[in-house]
């Protein structure tokens, strides 16, 4: 068996933006005339969970309160989309790894939880340190039923690539995410951010974990991962 595909398990994965994703939330608090406000720590609190629900539903439920989660989450991703468009650094060694894939015509795909205006203006802003190199595919909240720690986004993923799942390697900065792979039986490796990092949580993704990205690093991880099944 041979590895033919690579998933980024979200945003964060492929570059640093939670704390524009904060900010964008407190952006879109205030234009919906909400009084709420998130530091960081109830922001790493609400979105670190491996509950599937909408971070606004969890912290109206907190305090006791109601509000029109759909518009509040239309206004965060359009607030989150322009502060991408900006211009985003990739992390360190996404770039080498996205470089080796196309060498090797490995399809790489982008799971997410977050909305596709956000995810569009993340790739378009990522672009040129991409080396132009796209995503074979890309399931977005919109694409889905159920999100993450649920397996379907990489379900989806599998299905539209036509690869098996022990022939892929998902990169996971979350415990949601590297959840989600495992379930679909995608071979893992962690990559947490500093979402994960300033919550004290590690992402053991099935493959190991690592704070910059390399090839031999993604190699190393898809084998790991592969030994207990062939025990």
Known sequence: MSLDAIFF???????????????????AFRAQGLDWDWNWDTYQSLV???DARSPVQRFAARRGETTNVDAVERTQARL???????????RPGVADVIRMAARRGLKLGLVSRSATEP??????????????????VAILRDDLTHLPPHPEAYQL??????????????IVDTPAAAQAAAAAGIP?????????????VGV????????????????????????????
């Open 48 to 50: 670190s969970t491996r």
């Open 9 to 27: 398990g979200g945003i964060g994965a492929i570059s640093e933006c939670a704390d524009l994703d904060r900010t964008a939330w407190n952006g």
């Open 188 to 200: 893992t490796l962690g990559f947490p951010g500093v979402l994960a990092r300033s919550g004290g």
């Open 80 to 90: 989150f989309a322009a502060m991408l468009a900006e211009g985003l650094p990739l």
């Open 157 to 170: 993923a599998l299905a539209q690539l036509g690869v098996e799942p022990m022939a892929a390697l998902a």
């Open 204 to 231: 053991p993704g099935r493959g190991g974990e690592v704070m910059v990205l390399s090839p031999a690093d993604i190699d190393a991880a898809w084998r790991r991962s592969l030994r207990p099944a062939a025990e």
């Open 119 to 136: 995810v569009r203006a993340m790739l378009k802003a990522t672009a040129r340190a991409r080396g132009g190199v796209g995503f074979a």
